[in-house]
């Protein structure tokens, strides 16, 4: 129930659609706008005086409010034959949804409470204010002891993605018009059944104000290009490609400089090759691993693990707990010396890099794992004090006006070897091996141990050679496992800034973008099965 | 707040009057919901939203247009239908546009309960306050989610075609773990009813769970016989519902195609005791009057489950459909564009899923199992092949052996390699069915369920 955002998420979790978070039909064209025109900024600031003012005296000890729009556009195109007649059809979609509102957040009696409404009026804020407070005091008799809020310094400040070219201002014609030449392009291999391109980009204007002082405006811009080609046979049997550029915090820039109608040839030609390769043999095999795949394994076995929420046991009855528990932190070895792992919201065009947290924490980095050994989690205000820290490092996160901020996973990224390490140097030292690119289905236990992932694209290495493609791979281990067998990084050159758009965590369920980066590994003597 | 049919039909009408397309059609959908989050033997977060969506679409000879606003004022409403006609004028024509329906009979649906529209935090501290008792007494790691939700929607188009439903829903779940972290335990239920939520005895069944599951001894993975409460089989067939598409299935995409064209409709694929329904008018699931998109889209009653085939066919009056019956594949979902394409009729998935079921309990069938596994639910299911329904995923908040009808105790967790199409083929014996996860299905004793490796997590 609830809107379709959610349900969306449940059922499709990941891709590019879900940033759209809105159902969509073949061929649909869909606007979203919210009709509030964008703020005066001295009007937003005397909205959220009003909030907190009502809020204090209402009871509570610490109040913000968010006022946030958010803006997502998402055009796809799918070009594949007709049924009856095998001409070539073009379906087009285009959703572009805006939603805009306020929440604000309070504690009052030493509890959380939280109330969000889509009519930004004074009279919706005002009972907003009343309503949050009144539900801190009606779960402050549940509470053992008192929220605690690292401390944070009141910032006035603005923040903006630097983008050279607004997506939102590329008419949306043209970019039809540009992923209908892609699909041509791809279509022009025989073999391929149909073509699939999606652009998605997204907005978020968010404004920030606090009790303790803070007022921050942030304009966050999020892109994500992708292509896919489908090869069907006469047995009815199909495999996909897909060119899928990294998800960015950037503007149309980003889909001009991925070279699509270069890669678009090829990934016809791929998926073709994909649909005749034979079944991988199973058996224990070396993996090397390029960063559009091993992304998505950071994300599920690092990322996930070293959330504090989840160490605590706060996600335990949605998201799960963590292997690696409080007690492990500073001595657990979770990889081999070659590991070096950060956690952080300020790099260039990682998809989680912005000025400020929800908690109006300026954003940093800070080390997760260091040659091997976890040394750090993700926190929020409200935990740090819990491993016995004094402030937070800057990852709370609501993915709506409407949704309650909590901790969320910033960019967690894999720093490359400092040699000049290239993917064929790794290759080199692979006897009977498997090369993996781009991500496939992606499955973890509650704690982060046992995983099986597969991925997009796989060819056989024999004798330090890359040999031809196969099909139906995945490969199951254990996080610590795993890790400890990583012997070979690929240096600075190889290095690649892979963006997550969809992650789903806390009840009710909210979505997150980030990124994590990486260069392309080696893996020793993995557990390979077939998938088929 | 709340909204009546008639506030409902002038906002819609007054929207419509601004249209100067072939076609419009509008949805509007209220939302009020409310939740709690505990956690650590702690209350957590806990909050309320209340969100409004116009969806407009302007249609007419081969294209569309659609805008969703939330303000109401009469200015912004105009300006949105304009938009929506603007957008239409540039949109190329879609190869799989169909026409607006016309005026349809809706059937009634009651699915709104006052008790749980009303419920703040107030009436959920209780149910909170039970869980987190048993678990601070039990010596447990106690953790869970109560949320509470009401919905008004309304479909209308200047062909005359209206309707109106509201609805609500209360879900309550909870985790317990023990202090050293080898037993967990899970229960939870979703109801239209808040006073069907019966948390004291969730609670109690959790913390059960969790005492019964401790220091779980090493068993090698391979092929067992698994009883499956009704939650793991929700979980397992939560992710079917793409395979029910015809379309998915006459492109040779899905399960369910024939090889060498057509679908598998008639034969029969799974074993006798096997038969899968919809039933939106089914009080314990209830669905939507209509089939669609959009605002409200999923509805009570397990719609959302099966977002692409929901999604196919808005605005189609609500019907009881059998999928597959005593093991013959019976319908899929078919869209109208699919069945202009393949001159069949529209068939909606409304949602509602209902698995029949035998007349015992899960504790029946476990008294009469030789050897096998115990399952209270699962987690992190992907589809690895969906064309052979492969999918991989583990087992989660206690596993437990079973041998000469006993439980003889806890086992670790399991990663699976299975189909749900071989658990049909395999099924031994069913218990009576019960709500579990917005579906109303039995548990399931089947034969031969692959487990591929050991999950040290508990």
Known sequence: MRPTRREFLRTCGAGAAAWAGVSVLPGEFLVTRATAADLPPDRMRELAAFALERARKAGATYADIRINRYRSQMVSMRSQPDFATGKLNHVPTVTDTETFGFGIRAIASGAWGFSASHRLTKDDIARAAKEATEIARANAPLRRGPVRLAPVAAYKDAYRTPIARDPFEVPVDEKLEFLRSLNDQVKKVEGVFSANGTISHRVEHRFFASTEGSVIEQRVYQISPELTATAVDKGRKTKTRTYRPHAVTAGWEAVERARFPEHARRIGEEAVQHLKAPSVEPGRKDLVLMPTHLGLTIHESIGHSTELDRALGYEANFAGTSFLTPDKMGKFRVGSEIMNVNGDRVRAESLSTCGYDDDGVKTRQFPIIQSGIFVGYQTIRDQAHLIGQTESTGCCYADSYGSVPFQRMPNVWLAPSKDAVTRDDLIAGVDDGVLIDGRGSYSIDQQRYNFQFGGDAFWEIKGGKVGAMIADVAYQSRTPDFWQACDGLGGDAAWENVGLNSDGKGQPQQINAMSHGCPPARFRQITVLRTE | ?458
Not at chain 2, 281 to 305: H, K, N, Q, Y
Not at chain 2, 428 to 444: Q, Y
């Open chain 2, 1 to 458: 707040m709340s909204w009546t049919a008639d506030e409902a039909k002038k906002l819609a009408q007054r929207i419509l009057s601004y249209s100067k397309a072939d076609e419009c059609e509008v949805t509007l959908q209220l939302n009020d919901s409310s939740h709690t989050r505990f956690a650590a033997n702690e209350v957590m977060t806990s909050g309320s939203t209340r969100d409004l969506e116009i969806r407009i679409s302007s249609r007419g000879k081969g294209k569309s247009g659609t805008v969703l606003v939330n303000d109401t004022e009469a200015a912004a409403l105009e300006a949105a239908v304009r938009r929506s006609e603007a957008l239409m004028a540039v949109a190329p024509e879609s190869p799989e546009w169909v026409e607006g329906l016309g005026p349809q009979k809706y059937p009634p649906i009651e699915a709104f309960h006052e008790e749980t529209a009303n419920a703040g935090a107030e009436a959920r501290r209780g149910g909170v306050g039970a869980a987190l008792e048993a678990a601070r007494g039990g010596k447990l790691n106690g953790s869970g989610f109560f949320e509470t939700e009401a919905t008004w929607q309304a479909l209308a188009n200047k062909k005359g075609l209206f309707g109106f439903h509201r609805a609500t829903e209360a879900s309550y779940s909870t985790t317990m773990r023990t202090e050293d972290g080898t037993g967990s335990g899970w229960a939870g239920t979703i109801a239209p009813r808040i006073t069907d939520i019966r948390a004291k005895d969730l609670a109690a069944t959790a913390a059960k769970k969790a005492l019964s599951s401790v220091q779980p001894r090493d068993l090698a993975p391979g092929k067992y016989t698994v009883i499956l409460e009704p939650q793991a089989v929700a979980d397992f067939l939560g992710n079917l519902g793409f395979a029910f598409s015809a379309r998915a299935a006459d492109e040779g995409r899905s399960y369910f195609s024939k090889p060498g064209g057509g679908n598998r409709t008639g034969e029969k694929l799974f074993a006798d005791s096997v038969t899968l329904r919809s039933d939106p008018f089914d009080a314990r699931v209830p669905g939507r009057p209509w089939a669609g998109v959009g605002p409200g889209f999923g509805g009570g009653g397990g719609g959302g489950m099966f977002f692409g085939l929901a999604a196919l066919n808005q605005g189609l009056p609500a019907q009881r459909v059998t999928w597959i019956e005593k093991g013959v594949l019976k319908n899929l979902a078919t869209d109208r564009y699919w069945a202009q394409k393949t001159k069949s009729e529209p068939m909606p998935f409304p949602g509602s899923v209902i698995m029949d079921g035998g007349t015992g309990t899960v504790d029946d069938l476990v008294s009469s199992c030789a050897r096998g596994l115990l399952v209270t639910r699962f987690w992190y299911i992907r589809a690895t092949n969906p064309q052979t329904f492969q999918t991989t995923g583990l087992t989660r908040d206690g596993v437990w052996l079973v041998e000469e009808g006993k439980i003889v105790g806890p086992v670790n967790n399991f990663r699976f390699n299975e189909s749900p199409a071989n658990l049909f083929k395999n099924v031994e014996a069913l218990s009576a069915p019960v709500p579990a996860g917005r579906m109303v299905l039995p548990a399931i004793r089947a034969r031969e369920f692959t487990f591929s490796s050991k999950s040290d997590a508990v």
